[in-house]
């Protein structure tokens, strides 16, 4: 509003009287389409709230509809609407051998939900790409995210690369039957009339909400043929030009796995921090 004031006071202080007109014509016609588009913008970010969005006037409505396929207003922002309000939606993968004894063991990750006595890993700045993308995985289904399917053919089979990338395995073997099941994670509440060593053991609590991905062996055919149409089949074997580098990065690569990511950084960052101090006082 005070820009329009301003452009409008700026307008009639033109010494023309032509000069007024057209720079009150420009103010008018941009203070339009100011007014448009922040009313049509309440519509996609009205669905934060239902009852914000059902008052929202009805013309309103139209006129972003029509505009709709020209994607002049929509709702920006990466997490506009927060997830884990209520509860964090949690994917556990599970194996067995032997279906009729129904006892499943998880596979842990390395930083996020799963077991409920462990408290919450510190990751920043730390970016655990596995992890965050089954958080995704999570809010939708395996239909969306058909990578999943992928990793459970990995786990079956006993891909190495892919173990890696989780907590030590709770089979000596790759298990013959794995399946997907989602929870609703809580924290566990805070006893307030309790001491700090009398607290719950669980940091989480959480609740059965269905079956993500019903068990799989490495040989069912539907997953076979699921992961043929996903282009994931037949695989792509990378070919190494310069075998020396290509040692040193296993070398590396293998070594460097036994430690933790977190420190890793973490050890580089303080390691930078230090050089430069130590650079700017010896050479100020």
């Not at 129904?102 to 700045?125: H, N, R, S």
């Not at 074997?237 to 420190?263: K, Q, Y």
């Amino acid at each position: 509003m005070v820009e329009i004031l301003s452009a409008v006071l700026c307008s009639l202080s033109q010494p023309c009287i032509f000069k007024k007109l057209w720079h009150l014509l420009q103010t008018v016609v941009m203070t339009s389409f100011v007014v448009i588009i922040f009313s049509i913008s309440l519509v996609p970010f009205g669905t934060l709230d239902s009852t914000f969005f059902q008052s929202i006037p009805s013309d309103i409505h139209r006129v972003h509809n029509w505009m709709d396929n020209f994607a002049v207003t929509n709702s920006y922002g990466l997490f506009r609407r927060m997830t884990g309000v209520g509860g964090r939606p949690e994917l556990i993968i599970e194996g067995t051998n032997n279906l009729d004894t129904k006892q499943w063991m998880e596979y842990e990750f390395l930083y996020k939900p799963g077991d409920i006595y462990k408290p919450p890993t510190y990751v920043a700045p730390h970016q655990p790409r596995l992890d965050w993308q089954m958080w995704f995985a999570a809010l939708g289904s395996y239909e969306h995210n058909p990578w999943l399917v992928h990793l459970i053919y990995k786990l079956l089979i006993g891909q190495k690369e892919v173990l890696q990338l989780m907590r030590p395995a709770p089979f000596a073997s790759p298990p013959r039957f794995i399946r997907v099941q989602r929870y609703l994670y809580h924290y566990t509440p805070f006893n307030a009339s309790a001491s700090l060593w009398d607290q719950p053991q669980k940091w989480w609590h959480r609740e059965f909400q269905g079956e993500y991905i019903f068990p799989l062996t490495q040989d069912n055919h539907d997953l076979i043929e699921y992961l043929k149409k996903q282009k994931f089949f037949p695989e792509h074997t990378n070919v190494c030009t310069r075998p020396t580098l290509c040692d040193l990065l296993n070398i590396i690569r293998e070594h460097s796995s036994n430690f933790s990511a977190v420190v890793m950084l973490w050890s580089l960052i303080v390691a930078g921090v230090l050089t430069s101090a130590t650079l700017y006082l010896a050479f100020p």
